[in-house]
């Protein structure tokens, strides 16, 4: 056997034990995501729904996704400053919730489809992709 096989052959050894030893020291992810609405809207159940999916989906690796009812960790208009702050990882609610933090946020949410200025959300999508919207 010539030394670049054998060197091959370590290397592709080494990568197999390093690969077994990193999964079985990787500590479990948690993802804290604090709602900003009742725990019983029909948005948390579904976060919840997405949540189990996640850790069925990732079930060797041992990350979770835990659903925070409104207000758990600070009041919900300051979710997304925790967010920033790093005291929970997520925030959940829609953008124009934070329009006050930033102005272009309403942009990406609901009321600009259907706020008063007549787009449904195919037009406001349309209007955005292809009729200047971008360029805003």
């Given at each position: ?112 489809a259907g706020g008063g ?8 999508l349309s209007w ?9």
């Amino acid at each position: 056997m010539s030394v670049l096989a054998k060197l091959g052959k370590t290397l592709a050894a080494t990568a197999v034990v390093a690969t077994f030893a990193t999964a079985a020291i990787a500590k479990p992810i948690t993802i804290r995501v604090q709602s900003v609405i009742s725990a019983k809207a029909d948005e948390v159940t579904m976060l919840k729904a997405f949540a189990e999916d996640v850790k069925a989906l990732t079930a060797g690796d041992e990350i979770t996704i835990e659903v925070l009812p409104a207000g758990a960790v600070v009041g919900v208009k300051e979710t997304l400053d925790a967010v920033d702050k790093g005291l929970v990882e997520g925030g959940f609610a829609w953008t124009h919730y934070w329009s006050g933090k930033h102005p272009a946020a309403a942009l990406f949410g609901s009321p600009p489809a259907g706020g008063g200025i007549g787009m449904d959300n195919l037009a406001w999508l349309s209007w955005f992709q292809f009729g200047g919207g971008k360029e805003l």
